[in-house]
């Protein structure tokens, strides 16, 4: 058990930038140069070309994981200095928060929300950028908010969930669980899926709550803590659950990737596969950011590994994002790596900016992705 807690404890000073551990630990930094050096940019195999299509500045997110969102073709964009944008290219409006963001992007047709450093979550309009209300929160966010079914869902630090009614920010219910005594500091996105709200949790729970009540309707397992010490036990769900064909699958850290029937709970499969950012899926995979930094695709059907691409040991890649026929990841030295969906070939890749890249791309169109780094460098990525 020794060994298995020294590699452990190796393992998460590779987490990302802020990834702090809860409960009264120091703050940990992985892009030290003290810690495991960075594995070379892996070679090429028939290269196609990646460029990059726009970009633009918002403010330094250092340390923060801010994410952009998609509406159509166009990303709404926060930097840390208060700045948020619709972009595609261009700037269709620009709104600034003197306070500073912390969390966000959350959107739906109407509303894009931001949580600021003083804690307020502060709704603008999709529209023109105008601020339709604030609400003093009181809580350490990281995560962007959830806006959907008129609700805005913001998930504190503490993993506590706050729903806002859409319409004037005022507090409808909350939503909070009894958790390990150790979890990784991480952005843990929720999820609207029909008539529910699916959010995962330390210690490899799902939770799927009523939107109306905050009600839990059930839970799902996607691994369960094991090991004689708290590290050892980490076992946090990372990342999205993703709900598709009624099937809600998901990834746990020191955990399994596994696979549920939405609508009887039951377990399809589950696969020994450690991940500290998450997974995507379509049709026909489920990829995986493992946790040593290997991607890893999964037959969506059975769970087996169908291909593995190494090479990136201690680039601290994101979740991945499958995109046509490309799965793409960022990296800590602001590279953003195509592979072969099909074969896992590292096909391309181009660098945006000189700041680590936290969250995943997001698709803003065939074979396009809008890409955030902590630098406050915001891009659109094509694979030709």
Same mark, same amino acid.
């Given at each position: 058990?020794?060994?298995?807690? =020294?590699?452990?404890?190796?393992?998460?000073?590779?987490?990302?930038?802020?990834?702090?551990?809860?409960?009264?630990?120091?703050?940990?930094?992985?892009?030290?140069?003290?810690?495991?050096?960075?594995?070379?940019?892996?070679?090429?195999?028939?290269?196609?070309?990646? &460029?990059?299509?726009?970009?633009?500045?918002?403010?330094?997110?250092?340390?923060?994981?801010?994410?952009?969102?998609?509406?159509?073709?166009?990303?709404?964009?926060?930097?840390?200095?208060?700045?948020?944008?619709?972009?595609?290219?261009?700037?269709?409006?620009?709104?600034?928060?003197?306070?500073?963001?912390?969390?966000?992007?959350?959107?739906?047709?109407?509303?894009?929300?931001?949580?600021?450093?003083?804690?307020?979550?502060?709704?603008?309009?999709?529209?023109?950028?105008?601020?339709?209300?604030?609400?003093? =929160?009181?809580?350490?966010?990281?995560?962007?908010?959830?806006?959907?079914?008129?609700?805005?869902?913001?998930?504190?630090?503490?993993?506590?969930?706050?729903?806002?009614?859409?319409?004037?920010?005022?507090?409808?219910?909350?939503?909070?669980?009894?958790?390990?005594? =150790?979890?990784?500091?991480?952005?843990?996105?929720?999820?609207?899926?029909?008539?529910?709200?699916?959010?995962?949790?330390?210690?490899?729970?799902?939770?799927?709550?009523?939107?109306?009540? /905050?009600?839990?309707?059930?839970?799902?397992?996607?691994?369960?803590?094991?090991?004689? &010490?708290?590290?050892?036990?980490?076992?946090?769900?990372?990342?999205?659950?993703?709900?598709?064909?009624?099937?809600?699958?998901?990834?746990?850290?020191?955990?399994?990737?596994?696979?549920?029937?939405?609508?009887?709970?039951?377990?399809?499969?589950?696969?020994?596969?450690?991940?500290?950012?998450?997974?995507?899926?379509?049709?026909?995979?489920?990829?995986? &950011?493992?946790?040593?930094?290997?991607?890893?695709?999964?037959?969506?059907?059975? /769970?087996?590994?169908?291909?593995?691409?190494?090479?990136?040991?201690?680039?601290? =890649?994101?979740?991945?994002?499958?995109?046509?026929?490309?799965?793409?990841?960022?990296?800590?030295?602001?590279?953003?790596?195509?592979?072969?969906?099909?074969?896992?070939?590292?096909?391309?890749?181009?660098?945006?900016?000189?700041?680590?890249?936290?969250?995943?791309?997001?698709?803003?169109?065939?074979?396009?992705?809008?890409?955030?780094?902590?630098?406050?460098?915001?891009?659109?990525?094509?694979?030709?």
């Amino acid at each position: 058990m020794k060994d298995r807690s =020294l590699r452990a404890a190796a393992r998460l000073l590779a987490l990302l930038a802020a990834s702090a551990l809860v409960a009264g630990c120091s703050s940990l930094n992985p892009f030290s140069r003290k810690g495991p050096q960075i594995a070379p940019l892996p070679p090429l195999v028939s290269p196609v070309e990646v &460029t990059i299509a726009a970009q633009t500045k918002v403010g330094s997110g250092e340390g923060l994981f801010l994410t952009p969102v998609v509406l159509d073709d166009e990303a709404i964009v926060a930097g840390g200095d208060g700045r948020v944008l619709r972009w595609n290219g261009g700037v269709r409006w620009e709104a600034k928060l003197e306070e500073g963001i912390i969390a966000g992007v959350g959107a739906d047709e109407r509303l894009a929300v931001v949580v600021t450093r003083k804690g307020d979550a502060v709704a603008l309009a999709v529209g023109d950028g105008a601020v339709r209300w604030r609400h003093p =929160l009181k809580a350490d966010v990281i995560t962007p908010p959830l806006v959907a079914g008129g609700l805005v869902v913001v998930r504190t630090a503490d993993h506590r969930l706050i729903a806002l009614d859409a319409r004037d920010g005022k507090e409808r219910w909350v939503y909070q669980r009894n958790l390990p005594p =150790l979890s990784l500091r991480q952005s843990a996105p929720l999820v609207s899926a029909g008539n529910a709200i699916v959010a995962g949790y330390p210690g490899g729970i799902i939770a799927v709550l009523d939107p109306r009540s /905050g009600a839990p309707l059930f839970e799902l397992t996607v691994a369960s803590p094991k090991g004689a &010490t708290e590290i050892e036990r980490l076992t946090d769900v990372v990342g999205p659950p993703l709900v598709a064909r009624q099937e809600v699958c998901a990834a746990a850290y020191q955990g399994r990737v596994a696979c549920f029937d939405g609508r009887t709970a039951e377990t399809l499969w589950a696969k020994d596969l450690s991940s500290r950012t998450g997974i995507d899926r379509d049709y026909r995979y489920v990829v995986v &950011t493992a946790d040593n930094d290997d991607v890893v695709a999964l037959d969506v059907f059975s /769970g087996k590994e169908q291909w593995r691409t190494g090479g990136f040991s201690w680039r601290l =890649l994101t979740r991945p994002l499958i995109l046509g026929d490309w799965v793409l990841v960022g990296d800590r030295e602001g590279y953003v790596h195509a592979l072969d969906r099909n074969d896992g070939r590292i096909r391309g890749r181009v660098r945006v900016g000189s700041g680590p890249i936290l969250v995943e791309p997001k698709s803003i169109g065939p074979n396009r992705a809008v890409v955030q780094n902590t630098d406050g460098t915001v891009a659109i990525v094509e694979v030709h």
